[in-house]
């Protein structure tokens, strides 16, 4: 090999400025994106945890089961309660009982007196109440003295579908003090052909 062919071979090996500078570029492109990829995932992560949060301790998120509250709400609906303790006649709350979860809804209040008759009326404080949320009234399975006083700082709660539902009418359930309450339900959020508000 002669000196013009090494040279020649030199200037093959070594690469032009254009090459080196879109080399750099890809490297910086990585780079980049490397940083980007982890920045987007910190985010979110600290966004999900933020949201669990909320869901936990604000906004809890709770899928129905059984039949209790029918027709207002239907086993596996899934519902959002807000974290409250003040609620009211008429309200639908959630609570715990026995490590579980039970969905009812507000009929009276500390102190007031609650009676039912054979067809199924409530009265509260001797005034009928209106319940036009359900479908088929019944005295269901009561097994307390009326008419009853509920006791300071507990609410008393019926199911919606009275014939079926365990409540506050009987002594295994009694009334709900306001330590066991996670919070009033608001919203339906599934399923999508039913979502809106619970009243």
């Not at 090999?1 to 093959?12: I, R, S």
């Not at 303790?85 to 969905?103: Q, R």
């Amino acid at each position: 090999m002669d000196k013009k062919d090494t040279q020649n071979a030199k200037e093959l090996t070594i690469p032009s400025l254009e090459v080196l500078e879109a080399e750099l570029k890809k490297e910086q492109y990585r780079s980049n994106y490397s940083k980007v990829l982890k920045s987007t995932l910190f985010s979110l992560l600290v966004v999900a945890a933020v949201a669990a949060l909320i869901a936990v301790l604000l906004l809890p998120v709770l899928q129905i089961s059984g039949t209790s509250m029918t027709e207002t709400l239907q086993d596996r609906d899934i519902v959002v309660a807000v974290n409250s303790s003040k609620y009211k006649t008429g309200d639908v709350i959630a609570f715990y009982y026995n490590n579980n979860i039970l969905i009812k809804r507000v009929i009276a209040g500390p102190g007031d007196w609650v009676n039912i008759d054979e067809e199924g009326n409530v009265f509260v404080n001797e005034v009928k109440l209106d319940e036009p949320y359900i479908k088929e009234k019944s005295l269901g399975e009561c097994n307390i003295e009326l008419p009853y006083q509920v006791p300071d700082e507990k609410c008393f709660v019926m199911g919606d579908h009275r014939a079926t539902s365990i409540d506050s009418r009987n002594s295994t359930v009694g009334c709900i003090g306001n330590d066991a309450v996670i919070g009033k339900i608001m919203i339906r959020v599934w399923p999508l052909s039913s979502i809106g508000i619970i009243k």
